[in-house]
């Protein structure tokens, strides 16, 4: 049995109710000490109770609370587990919190529950890592695609892979065993037969990972210019919230600003950056840098020019730092006297600039327009049923795949069964690395951080 483990489940700060749960060998003991529930009470599992939480070993009274109890192994992690619905109050729930921790109980690592229901057999790695894909979907596509895992449909697809990598492998050992492949009850096109029917089903399934790391991923979008041209201003207006702070002074943002946005179904993570000029103040340049580095590492630039001013050193320069990138170009202000124009920069740089007014709004829908083409020119595809976005579930089909086809090749070259099996059994291990049958600890200690405390 592991240790009990305690963390808030609910977002931390002021809400209606905050939950805490509690999941281990000692949930049920430390929390009817908490809850003064008199021992010789059966409790009811899966029943809502009404009643206080005090302090340890005083008589003051935390909060008036409605409380659970699942048992083992009919709860989330297959442990004992009980959660207690407070009221939303960070000093309640943190005294709460350490209330279990006088007990001895300790606060949970992230993920730490959901860990312990996979470590518990509860779910397969694949449903485990959907659960933390939901809770951070920022569109109703990248759900819908974190559910579909969830609901177990590409551990289907990776189930029956492995179902027919197994039995093709225990039909080559069967044919070692008798010595002779010739006079064992599988023959050679037999094997490549079956080699050929999982190759192609890998490869169907690696033909959807473009489309599936869209949908989860989405795109990143920076919007780089000159001081003062209005980037932040574009920011807030696709936002439509005023996210960052907007002033005459150039140089007001002086740090790169994230937020997430959805373009009728596509999440675009938009960043706004510092005005990119020459500049003597250490703080203003480490964030220019920054935005050098947000530009570099973005899928897609905005590039912002000002219509109220001429081009100046600092648009060329921006120019030429992001040349090469896949950009959209907008000139703002264009409800000011233009002392640059759509044509001039056409005829200057040969680029095709949009009109633009953060201040008016209009012209943004353009911007949104662009982003969305842009998505589709990457190659989304919404046909596919069963999508692989994960990074990690696609290296190890493409792991897969390599020894499928070494043992495939080992066939044609008339190597004997035991070279193709041992390449098999190779591809039998990174398929079960994907559904968790073998997956290394140092691995799931990386799956697992990225949950939230209390997950
Ligand atoms: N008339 C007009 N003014 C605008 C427009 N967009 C932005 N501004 C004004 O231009 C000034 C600079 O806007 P910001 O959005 O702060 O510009 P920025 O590019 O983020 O500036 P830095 O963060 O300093 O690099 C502010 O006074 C805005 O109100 C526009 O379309 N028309
Ligand atoms: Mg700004």
Known sequence: MRDTIVALATPSGVGAIGVIRVSGEKSFEFSKKLLRIPGERSISFRHMYNGKLYSCNTDSVIDEVLYA????????????????????????????????????????RPGEFTERAYLNGKMDLLRAEAINDIIHAHTPLAKTLAMNQ????????????????????????????????????????????????VIDKIQNLLKTTLSGKLIRNGIRAAIVGAPNVGKSSIMNALLQKDRVIVSDIPGTTRDVIED??????????????????????????????????AAEESDVCIVVMDASRSVNEWDEKLLSIVREK??????????????????????????????????????IESIEKALKDYYFSLGYNPVFDVLIANARHESLLRKTLEYMNRALKALNDNYSEEFIASDVRRARLSIEEITGKTTDETILDRIFSQFCIGK
């Not at 029956?160 to 006079?183: K, M, N, P, R, T």
């Open 69 to 108: 109890f699942f048992k083992s192994p009919s709860s989330y992690t297959g442990e004992d587990v009980v959660e207690i619905f407070c009221h939303g109050s960070p000093v309640i729930l943190n005294e709460a919190i350490q209330a279990f921790i006088a007990l001895g109980a300790r606060v949970a």
């Open 150 to 197: 969830l609901l177990g449909r590409i551990s289907d697809v990776i189930n029956c892979i492995h179902a027919q990598i197994l039995d093709l492998l225990s039909q080559l050992e069967a044919a070692i065993d008798h010595g002779d492949i010739e006079e064992s009850f599988i023959t050679p096109d037999e094997i490549r037969e079956r080699l050929c029917v």
């Open 260 to 293: 997430e946005l959805n373009i009728m179904g596509i999440p675009v993570k938009l960043v706004d950056t510092a005005g990119i000029r020459d500049s003597k103040d250490y703080l203003e340049q480490r964030g220019i840098e920054r935005s050098r580095k």
């Open 326 to 363: 896949k950009n959209i170009y907008v000139l703002n202000k264009v409800d000011l006297e233009q002392k640059t124009t759509i044509s001039k920069l056409k005829d200057l740089y040969g680029l095709d600039f949009y009109p633009v007014s953060a201040f008016r709004g209009s012209g």
